[in-house]
């Protein structure tokens, strides 16, 4: 009997020894595990880590190079710009100097330098706002005097306003399909803009017939601008002025949540432009 417990025992302290042997190894097995997990996950973020320093890399070097881009934009525009200025500006001094230094001047040199004081200011004036507007648009510190406007009875005075501002000299042909459509905008503003693309950038006494067409859009809740012919987009009056005007119609646009664009079609040049209205 003593025997039999005796081997029991021994069978018993055998039994836990290996016990112990495997415990030991599954825990190595399972530390192993663990470490080889942490060395994969650590070689995965590793590898993202790198993949993502590198796609912040050719991200970085983009937008330096638009920055770069932009910035001789801006230099080449600056230049121009302060090309165009002086000679206004030469233009209004040297035309006042010799009005005021010039006494054997008769009245038709007087008045005729009189045109070109006032032309020249007039311009130069205009220059300068557009490129005001254009600096306030672009760090959205433009400030509207916003109101709602019913399209329809705004497009009922437009072709009256083009035709006196152009002194007769451009016909519009408006067609507008709007119902009774309300946008919220500065009308001031809002009529300004679209002046800008039926009016001559420059003086011309040319006749010329304007394509205008609306279409309230009820699915989108917009309206759809067309404007064929449009002087603005006409390459013959393509400008540092006509540059300016472009870019604060597409950032007005933009900045109403709506959309600016010009095509050139057979020779015909076209802008299409949408403006969000209101539900109705």
Not at 89 to 103: A, K, W
Request: net charge negative; glycine share 2%; charged share 20%.
């Amino acid at each position: 009997m003593e025997e039999i417990l005796s081997l029991y025992n021994m069978d018993k302290l055998i039994l836990q020894r290996e016990q112990r042997h495997s415990m030991f190894h599954q825990t190595c097995l399972y530390i192993s595990v663990i470490i080889i997990l942490a060395l994969l996950l650590s070689n995965i973020h590793i590898y993202r880590s790198r993949k993502r320093l590198q796609k912040n890399e050719k991200e970085i070097r983009r937008l330096t190079s638009i920055a770069e881009e932009a910035n001789e934009i801006k230099s080449h525009f600056l230049t121009n710009m302060s090309y165009n200025i002086r000679i206004l500006l030469n233009n209004v001094v040297g035309f006042s100097q010799l009005m005021t230094e010039d006494g054997n001047l008769n009245e038709k040199e007087k008045r005729e330098y009189s045109g070109i004081i006032q032309s020249n200011s007039a311009e130069l004036i205009q220059l300068v706002n557009n490129v005001l507007d254009l600096s306030r648009l672009e760090a959205n510190m433009m400030k509207f005097q916003l109101q709602n406007c019913n399209e329809q009875e705004w497009c009922n005075e437009l072709p009256y306003l083009v035709q006196m501002r152009s002194e007769g000299y451009i016909h519009l042909e408006l067609q507008a399909d709007v119902d009774n459509a309300i946008i919220y905008t500065d009308v001031s503003r809002f009529t300004q803009i679209i002046s800008s693309m039926l009016l001559y950038p420059v003086e011309c006494k040319k006749p010329r017939r304007i394509g205008m067409q609306l279409v309230y859009n009820q699915e989108k809740q917009e309206i759809n601008f067309r404007i064929d012919n449009s002087p603005l987009a006409d390459s013959a009056f393509a400008s540092q002025k006509e540059a300016i005007l472009q870019k604060i119609n597409l950032l007005f646009f933009e900045h109403f949540n709506g959309s600016y664009r010009v095509e050139n079609c057979e020779n015909n040049p076209i802008i299409f432009f949408t403006y969000p209205a209101l539900i109705t």
